[in-house]
């Protein structure tokens, strides 16, 4: 079972700062499955990025992700008020199961 | 635009079985490459597959949650366009966040997803 670590469990930033998140597999990962998901309380996960890099449809360009093989990032260039929720890293395997990072908690300072 | 809408108790008993339904809006169950995933989130914690249906009805559960495996069984109603959850025996564990989400086989991410539903386990 390959194990996604996200750190830091929480970050605390103002509106306007940059944000980057970091998601580590336990073993390397196939870029193209790996996926970043926003989730705000009470609501569903939103998808933001895929395949490590592409952007969702509708996803402000200030989101971006990057990485490959154990080390993937997903970055926020200007944090907006809107954008303080929890970030989870996935990724699908060749043994065609799912995992989830545990996730990070972006919350305002 | 597709939509997906989780529906089923929202309580159930220790020991009896959890059965919850998507029903799909906006495309079919049934066509190519889509595989329908049940998703769960204990309170206050993180996302766990539960497993996936393929739309010829082939289905994978999640090996790293044994104790989960052996009781779920996740079903296709192409009639309905629906697919459903079943899982027995369930404990106080199992009280969550259920969702269900649909993932193209190409790149399987999960592209939509329904709003969730909470089922709580308790007597």
């Known amino acids: 079972e390959i194990v996604l670590t996200q750190s830091p469990g929480t970050l605390s930033l103002s509106p306007g700062e940059g944000a980057t998140l970091s998601c580590r597999a336990s073993?390397?990962?196939?870029?193209?499955?790996l996926t970043w998901y926003q989730q705000k309380p009470g609501q569903a996960p939103r998808l933001l990025i895929y395949?490590?890099?592409s952007r969702a449809t509708g996803i402000p360009d200030r989101f971006s992700g990057s990485g490959s093989g154990t080390d993937f990032t997903l970055t926020i260039s200007r944090l907006e008020p809107e954008d303080f929720a929890v970030y989870y890293c996935?990724?699908?395997?060749?043994?065609?199961?799912?995992?989830f990072g545990q996730g990070t908690k972006l919350e305002i300072k | 635009q597709v939509q997906l809408q989780e529906s089923g108790p929202g309580l159930v008993k220790p020991s009896e079985t959890l059965s919850l339904t998507c029903t799909v809006s906006?495309?079919?169950?049934?066509?190519?490459?889509?595989?329908w995933s049940w998703i769960r989130q204990p309170p206050g914690k993180g996302l766990e597959w539960i497993g996936y249906?393929?739309?010829?009805?082939?289905?994978?559960?999640?090996p790293s949650l044994p104790s989960l495996k052996s009781r779920v069984t996740i079903s296709l109603d192409t009639s309905r366009n629906q697919f459903s959850l079943k899982l027995s025996s369930v404990t106080a564990a199992d009280t969550a966040v259920y969702y269900c989400?649909?993932?193209?086989?190409?790149?399987?991410?999960?592209?939509?997803w329904g709003r969730g539903t909470l089922v709580t386990v308790s007597s």
């Open positions: 395949g490590a890099s």
């Open positions: 996935q990724q699908f395997g060749s043994s065609l199961q799912y995992t």
């Open positions: 073993q390397s990962v196939s870029s193209s499955y």
């Open positions: 989400a649909r993932a193209i086989g190409s790149s399987w991410h999960f592209g939509f």
């Open positions: 249906i393929s739309y010829i009805g082939t289905t994978n559960y999640n």
């Open positions: 906006g495309g079919s169950v049934s066509s190519g490459s889509y595989y």
